[in-house]
């Protein structure tokens, strides 16, 4: 018996939210097959999406109670959430890997919500969806991204409570930097001591780990590492999403070794001031694209490649909204998101930074502990 | 700059494969928006995947390099890549998330296979999916998957010694089962200890580890750990896909803690006599119905809630074929697969083995240190 990420009570908020949503939106039922939204309504947690061989399906009605339909193979885990209504089929299966199934269900409704947009996927084979829109010629599919991303957006305190959390050990872990990392280790050594860090600072685990480490600042911020050892004036960033009971912390950290330049020194400070600056305005009201013009005006450059200054945060390492010019999403209590200024210190060198934060009435509440003012230095020759 | 994963001849070879393929199934070219295709045509590997927000697309043409359209976070990385054309656009975009710039692409090919069948998904909005193929009437949008299926799922030897490096650091850390799990311990905490000691071994990452705990036997196998301590009678079961430059290993070991009850004993020498069953047979030829039916007949019980006795195993922690008995896949040399057979030994109690291996000319080569022919017991009693 697993403990239940969340009480019951948890799960009939998100569904009551929903259902409201949905008659508003004239959407006679939901249809999911992507992790993060059928863990939002029953609270299905397991690493076992990973394997692509079966697909899982959640049907959300306008009225009454959500219908898993899922392989033999999580009935147990999921007969203990919340959810009552299980039906399940043996996956794989040779002809029919639930889709008949799931048209049993889906056939009683005229309009269904799927995700279909920005940030959305389909996990399950096309032909298999084809397959079912043709075998329900009553039934229209429409896109509900905009209706799932605004319930998804603003957290519970429950959530709130695990996203502080996880946000408490990663800095925890960023905390012990003059322990684990130093001059001649290699980066992928440098990776591993810190993942082994957040997992005894109490982190459940580390699905996301990037960063970069070059003289003065970092060429990318999506690579894996190499086995060049950390040098004398390099900057090193780790960014991490450790999780807890699901829950993704997203933020980084930079360090100097030995020295810095003053073009990374003057960078680091332009950053954090650009992150101050957001802080000051995040606030109820202010919209997406109003945090990116703060941040902008103090970095005084464009995104350039990274595209966006932060984004929401949960379930899923990046959620929307994000933090661009493009995008007027309005702040409002209880959104959790990062802050994610970056800058071009010059060719091929980069510098990022990043907190985790909780809209509140009034000021924002911080979930990463404030990276320092001025950029740390390890080893700092004396 | 990050060292490539293997060396230009490596996805010479696979674009030579596929073309040829390509050729013989009338494909004009193949487009893939998924993170194991992309990274088997051209060795991108990144977790950034794990964020939603952006698209990524390849273009496989059928003479020709292979045509990268990724969203300007990547470029760099892509281009430490063996991949010339390289295009890039702003992401998140407002209105165009890179579709016109891959319908440029796609616009001159008759043919368009993508995988669209068994274990595939689309990662891109569906709406956008949608709007590229109506903007592309002289383009048609077939399934690919066998196709990519037979590619990937023979190795080369570059990608077995990678796979071999794995599974043996996975060994290593099961080896040190006794100094790592005791009674008392919460099944979290056993969790916690085995993640750490398959870093400590040498894995660069551990994204799947699931297993389960309970008198004699686990109710489950796809839970993640819950607090319960483990106690004089349980069985421990830990099934792991760490990896090493993003290939996994996936197999499981199963402790019995201070004594075990003839049912789990027996349970256990039924499971591995069924493994040898099939080690015994598993040669070029065979198909893994007979891999199936091998097992079976040891067992002596239908597969149950699991669906399968094993699978493929690379890229992804489980792959094409499945051990199951409308699978028709005839092994062939290289192909790396696991055996996994798994009983219910009473109500709400099941057991599971797995091992890796790869199909050879003559016996196949196993992968992860064989399990012993007995279940181990720790802290046995005296």
Redesign the interface.
Known sequence: ???ADFPKQEFEGRLVRAQRAMRATGLDAMFFTTEAEVRYFTGF????W?????PWFLVVPGEGQPIAIV???????MAETWIDDIRTW?????TD?GISLLGDVLKRFAVVG?P????????????DFERLRNSLPGTRFT?C?PLVRDLRMVKSEAEIDVLRHICAIASDAFDKAPELFHIGQPL?EA??AF??AL??AGA???????GGAGPGGY??????????PLQPGDVLMLDT?ATLR?YHCDFDRNFAFGDADETARAGYRTLHRATDAALAVARPGVTCAELHRTMQAVIGQDT?????YG?GLGM????SP?I?G?DDTVMQPGMVMTLEPSMVLAE?RIMVHEENLVIRDGEPELLSRRAPAELPVLEAAT
Do not use: N
């Open positions: 018996m697993t403990e947690r397991t690493l076992f990973q394997s692509p061989t079966r392989p033999e193979i999580g009935a147990a885990l043996s996956s794989p299966h040779a890997d799927m279909m947009g920005r940030e959305s996927s389909l996990r399950m084979a096309l032909t896109d991204t992928s990776f591993r993942r082994v997992l005894r459940d685990d580390v699905p996301y780990l990037v060429p990318d911020v999506i690579s894996p590492p190499g086995a060049r999403g699901g350039g490649d990274v595209g966006r984004h899923q390492l990046t959620e994000s661009i493009f091929g």
